[in-house]
């Protein structure tokens, strides 16, 4: 450390990979307009806030199978905070983004352009899970759709508007994944839909697997061009994280029980 520059405290850590997990390793660098807000949120310069960044990309797995390393000088802080962050997936991003709220003196909810006003006619409990969830879809979706650098990962579909944040582990089993970039892919909307009913899947080796049910239809050409066309191919790889395969087992063994 240079003189006169403080020690990183956790609380800067968890905004710092907060941001981490929303960029590209490519969009690391002082110039980026979101590095240079945070290092004015938190007193730094936006060439320490970038350099933070890439040695938490140093302690990226994925990158280091995709040969992209960062500076190997991360803290022993800095691997605390990336490991509760890895393995508390849907506390610590929410931590991240409360933290950030407060340091732009707003809510989280405000963050994301949520209408509270839709949700006075409800009351007490019902109005506080309803927000979290719809707050958490929107959380999620932004993660996993910069993932995949808001493309569908079928068709390339490069229309952030048509595409869909699906979960591969689903909601309701997802406690503590819900949050997760590696539990969802960038869809289109029909894909998203067949997915979701399990008519389609992604295997462990990240190739796509389509119900048999298709076949009976082969002769119609939505159902060839949108479906028997792409049994077998490999989906777009995303960006940072991948699927875990613990969740695309489950949606498999789903896939073949039905």
Same mark, same amino acid.
């Given at each position: 450390?240079? !003189?006169?520059?403080?020690?990183?405290?956790? +609380? *800067?850590?968890?905004?710092?990979?907060?941001?981490?997990?929303?960029?590209?390793?490519?969009? /690391?660098?002082?110039?980026?307009?979101?590095?240079?807000?945070? %290092? &004015?949120?938190?007193?730094?310069? #936006?060439?320490?806030?970038?350099?933070?960044?890439?040695?938490?990309?140093?302690?990226? =797995?994925?990158?280091?199978?995709?040969?992209?390393?960062?500076?190997?000088?991360?803290?022993?802080?800095?691997? *605390?905070?990336?490991?509760?962050?890895?393995?508390?997936?849907?506390?610590?991003?929410?931590?991240?983004?409360?933290?950030?709220?407060?340091?732009?003196?707003?809510?989280?909810?405000?963050?994301?352009?949520?209408?509270?006003?839709?949700?006075?006619?409800?009351?007490?409990?019902?109005?506080?899970?309803? @927000?979290? @969830?719809?707050?958490? !879809?929107?959380?999620?979706?932004?993660?996993?759709?910069?993932?995949?650098?808001?493309?569908?990962? /079928?068709?390339? /579909?490069?229309?952030?508007?048509?595409?869909?944040?699906?979960?591969? %582990? =689903?909601?309701?089993?997802?406690?503590?994944?819900?949050?997760? #970039? !590696?539990?969802?892919?960038?869809?289109?909307?029909?894909?998203?839909?067949?997915? +979701?009913?399990?008519?389609?899947?992604?295997? *462990?080796?990240?190739?796509?697997?389509?119900?048999?049910?298709?076949?009976?239809?082969?002769?119609? =050409?939505?159902?060839?061009?949108?479906?028997?066309?792409?049994? &077998?191919?490999?989906?777009?790889? =995303?960006?940072?994280?991948?699927?875990?395969?613990?969740?695309?087992?489950?949606?498999?063994?789903?896939? %073949?029980?039905?």
């Amino acid at each position: 450390m240079k !003189q006169g520059q403080s020690l990183w405290t956790k +609380d *800067e850590l968890t905004l710092a990979i907060n941001l981490y997990t929303k960029l590209l390793f490519g969009q /690391i660098h002082q110039g980026n307009p979101l590095i240079i807000e945070l %290092a &004015g949120l938190i007193g730094r310069t #936006p060439g320490s806030v970038a350099l933070k960044l890439v040695n938490f990309a140093s302690l990226d =797995p994925v990158l280091k199978q995709r040969s992209i390393k960062g500076m190997s000088n991360a803290s022993k802080l800095d691997k *605390e905070v990336w490991d509760e962050y890895m393995h508390r997936w849907d506390e610590k991003y929410m931590e991240g983004e409360v933290l950030l709220a407060q340091r732009k003196h707003t809510t989280v909810e405000r963050l994301y352009a949520i209408n509270l006003d839709e949700y006075q006619e409800s009351e007490g409990r019902e109005v506080t899970r309803s @927000v979290k @969830v719809r707050l958490n !879809q929107s959380i999620f979706r932004g993660a996993v759709l910069s993932n995949y650098n808001n493309q569908c990962c /079928i068709t390339g /579909i490069a229309i952030p508007s048509l595409l869909v944040a699906s979960h591969i %582990a =689903p909601w309701s089993k997802g406690e503590g994944n819900r949050l997760n #970039p !590696q539990n969802g892919f960038a869809l289109n909307a029909l894909h998203d839909k067949a997915f +979701d009913k399990h008519m389609i899947t992604v295997t *462990e080796d990240f190739k796509i697997k389509i119900s048999p049910k298709f076949y009976t239809q082969k002769d119609t =050409p939505a159902i060839k061009q949108n479906f028997i066309d792409i049994d &077998g191919k490999p989906l777009l790889e =995303p960006k940072k994280f991948y699927p875990k395969a613990e969740f695309l087992k489950l949606h498999n063994e789903i896939f %073949a029980s039905l």
